[in-house]
């Protein structure tokens, strides 16, 4: 459920591995375009965003997740637009 909005439809990409599916995504909202803030992002949270563990409406998805143009895709779409070099690419902070 998302913490903004309520609503209880928010979607998460999994993958199958074999053993059972695993998160490869972040929690999304489609209604509010909240999204799930990952543990490897270094921006600075704001107060409600520490609260709630979700990055506040319509702010930029995980400086880690899959995206194409700042737009969170799944897995599939990010391999389909990383052999065809349209995939954002990512500095890992680790």
Same mark, same amino acid.
């Not at 993958?15 to 929690?27: F, I, L, T």
């Given at each position: 459920?998302c913490p ?7 979607e998460a ?14 929690? $999304?909202c489609t #209604?509010?375009?909240? !999204? %799930? ?7 600075? +949270? ?8 979700? $990055?506040?409406? #319509?702010?930029?998805? !995980? %400086? ?7 737009? +969170? ?8 637009? $990383? ?5 954002? !690419? ?5």
């Open positions: 459920m903004y909005c309520g609503y209880d439809g928010c990409d999994y993958v199958d591995v074999g053993v059972g599916m695993v998160q490869c995504g972040p929690y $999304y #209604e509010c375009h909240a !999204s %799930e803030a990952s543990y490897l992002d270094t921006r600075e +949270l704001s107060n409600q965003e520490k609260e709630t563990g979700w $990055y506040e409406p #319509e702010s930029p998805v !995980s %400086e880690n997740a899959n995206t194409v143009g700042g737009m +969170l895709v799944d897995h599939k779409t990010a391999k389909a637009m $990383y052999v065809n070099g349209l995939l954002d !690419s990512k500095e890992l902070n680790l």
